[in-house]
């Protein structure tokens, strides 16, 4: 049996969504070919090897016992997890599966640690990571892959608001205030006048050193989850149903006042095309494992690049599950793939 280090959790404002999504792999992993080795990483960044129940993960109450702090050993090739409870013990694993959201955990940081350590990462590499997380890189790459991206202005903390202004009177309202590197939707708002643009910033801000305006795009969401290194299968083409405002944290994690649906009602010739496009980014972004990759779908038919997740929900009901399921991977196979891809390289 291969040892999986299931890491979760972490310093992020995604880290209740993380727990979620660990929840769900560690439940569904293939008993008969994988052992996990649990390692939760608080809020505040202590590193625990976790041997309790899996319901305690999903109520955060993990941490509360049956956990013992521990590190990597970062001596190259080495693979094994140290226990920092006095008795000198080591755990053995075979390959690191991240289940961590937003930064410090799917923006190439943990990914670079376990590169740097030789161990073995099921799914995105550090470089993919960090573009990956980067709206405005990650858009730049896109455009020069010959996918079409919104017009956009970037602005450092600092800022003039004149600035500002003026980028979003080019741009056109309603548009969208953006930090570059957040995920969930934190730090997002859609601005409908001049007035609500300060504001908007500055939450932005908060987030993040950099911050993007960016046009609205018309039309709606789709989806599309991409699976592989050299060999890519991709899922079914799925698409956000919004009854109002935008796609963000609460309606992904709620789905209050929206839809998804799966497989997108378009033709089928148009998810051919949402397919085709998807390979195209998750090669020019350097992808490997697996990354769900966003776009949007104008009235006029066009696709407009959104972003890449390159480690998307992965709850039972998570759209990345879901896409590859009507595809025929349910989820239990769906994690083997992406275990055993790993060795593709």
């Known amino acids: ?14 880290y209740g969504v993380s727990l979620q999504s660990a929840h769900a792999v560690l439940s569904h992993l293939d008993g008969a070919r994988y052992q996990p080795v649990m390692v939760g990483i608080t809020r505040q960044g202590a590193w625990r090897y976790y041997t309790g129940p899996l319901e305690r993960i999903l109520t955060d109450l993990w941490q509360d016992r049956d956990c013992v702090p521990c590190t ?15 008795s000198g013990g080591q755990i053995p694993f075979d390959v690191a599966l991240p289940v961590l959201h937003g930064k410090n955990g799917e923006d190439g940081t ?27 890189r990650a858009h730049k790459l896109a455009a020069l892959a010959g996918v079409a991206v919104p017009r956009s202005a970037l602005f450092r903390r600092g800022a003039r608001q004149e600035e500002l202004l003026a980028a979003a009177r080019s741009l056109g309202f309603p548009l969208f205030v953006k930090p570059v590197r957040a995920g969930s939707s934190f730090g997002i708002t859609r601005v409908t006048e001049e007035a609500a643009l300060p504001a908007a910033a500055k939450d932005a801000f908060a987030h993040d050193r950099e911050i993007l305006l960016e046009e609205a795009v018309p039309g709606f969401e789709v989806g599309c989850a991409v699976l592989g290194t050299e060999v890519l299968t991709v899922g079914a083409v799925d698409e956000i149903q919004l009854s109002q405002g935008f796609f963000d944290f609460t309606e992904k994690y709620t789905l209050r006042t929206s839809a998804i649906h799966c497989p997108a009602r378009i033709s089928p010739a148009l998810a051919r095309e949402v397919q085709d496009t998807a390979r195209v980014l998750y090669r020019a972004l350097d992808c490997k494992g697996f990354a769900r990759v966003d776009l949007f779908l104008t009235p006029e038919g ?44």
């Open 302 to 345: 066009k696709l407009v690049f959104n972003e890449v997740n390159t480690i998307p929900g992965f709850t039972a009901h998570s759209r990345y599950p879901n896409m590859m399921k009507a595809a025929g991977l349910d989820f239990t196979a769906l994690l083997t793939r992406i275990i055993e891809t790993e060795g593709e390289e």
């Open 110 to 136: 943990l990914q670079g640690l376990l590169e740097l350590a030789g161990i073995p990462v099921a799914g995105c590499g550090t470089l993919c990571s960090a573009l990956c997380m980067d709206k405005d």
């Open 1 to 14: 049996m291969k040892r999986i280090l299931v890491m979760f959790g972490g310093c992020s404002t995604e």
């Open 72 to 86: 990597l050993s970062l001596d190259r090739g080495s693979r094994q997890l140290v226990l920092l409870d006095g």
